[in-house]
Nanobody, 119 residues
Framework: QLQLVESGGGSVQPGGSLRLSCTAS???????????MSWYRQAPGMQRELVAA???????NYADSVKDRFTISRHNSKKTVYLQMNSLKPEDTAVYYC??????????WGQGTLVTVSE
């Protein structure tokens, strides 16, 4: 079982940057490497949406709205996934959730971290 602990949210002005981190505590490395790691976000009144995902081998995909601005990466030996967010816009304001999924088997969610982009 994975416990996902997120950090790095906060408030930033438009055009600024933030880096989110998510560490899988209570997990051994071989288990962490079995999971696709993703970041989702949910804005007020909106459905949760996929932002970016990365496999243990490093293959990544992104929502069109964040391509060329966000970068997902993972450091497997640290059991940590990151989301580097640049050129932030007010519409990026949301609670960001870390997700670990082994397709067809199970998935886990972090507690969420708030990102606010405003003047």
């Amino acid at each position: 079982q994975l416990q996902l602990v997120e950090s790095g949210g906060g408030s930033v002005q438009p055009g600024g940057s933030l880096r989110l981190s998510c560490t899988a505590s209570r997990s051994i490395l071989s288990v962490f490497n079995q999971y696709i790691m993703s970041w989702y976000r949910q804005a007020p009144g909106m459905q949760r949406e996929l932002v970016a995902a990365i496999t243990s081998g490093g293959s990544a995909n992104y929502a069109d709205s964040v391509k060329d601005r966000f970068t997902i990466s993972r450091h497997n030996s640290k059991k940590t996934v990151y989301l580097q967010m640049n050129s932030l816009k007010p519409e990026d304001t949301a609670v960001y959730y870390c997700n670990a999924e082994k397709p067809g088997v199970d998935q886990y969610w972090g507690q969420g971290t708030l990102v606010t982009v405003s003047e």
